[in-house]
């Protein structure tokens, strides 16, 4: 994306360590910059692998417990029966534009099962 940038005729200055990413010397650059940043989010995310699987075999490390919501997947029905956006939900709430979608399904399931359940039907739960 940077090279992109710098052959549209952009220019790109690192103003803090005063690194000029135009012409052919900082292209290379940030080639090197940006491949060691690479090396170090993959040696980051091994560690954290590791990590993770000396925890497990410990028994401490177990994950979110499933259900863990921040909010109730109801109280979003209930804002969306009142006409709010998804993205005002998720203000609302305190959650993010994603997870109150999730939310609003999770609550759509949960009104369609017992409208089936209330129409003599048997709910799957």
């Known amino acids: ?8 005729g952009l220019r790109v200055v690192g103003v803090t360590q ?5 012409g052919t010397v900082g292209k290379l650059l940030a080639a090197v910059l940006l491949g060691i940043a ?13 990590g993770i699987a000396v925890a497990k075999k ?11 919501t921040k ?7 209930k ?6 956006s998804a993205e005002e939900i998720a203000m609302s709430l305190g959650i993010s534009r994603n997870t109150a979608y999730v939310y609003l399904r999770k609550a759509r399931a949960w009104a369609s099962r017992l409208q089936h359940r209330s129409a003599g039907g048997t709910a799957r739960w």
Request: glycine share 8%; proline share 2%.
């Open 58 to 68: 410990a028994g401490k490390f177990k994950g979110r417990k499933v259900g863990t």
């Open 38 to 50: 690479e090396m170090e989010q993959q040696t980051r995310r091994e560690r954290q692998a590791a």
């Open 79 to 84: 804002l969306r029966e009142k006409g709010l």
């Open 1 to 8: 994306m940077l090279c992109e940038w710098c052959d549209k």
């Open 71 to 77: 909010a109730e997947p109801e109280r979003a029905w």
């Open 18 to 22: 005063q690194i000029d990413f135009n």
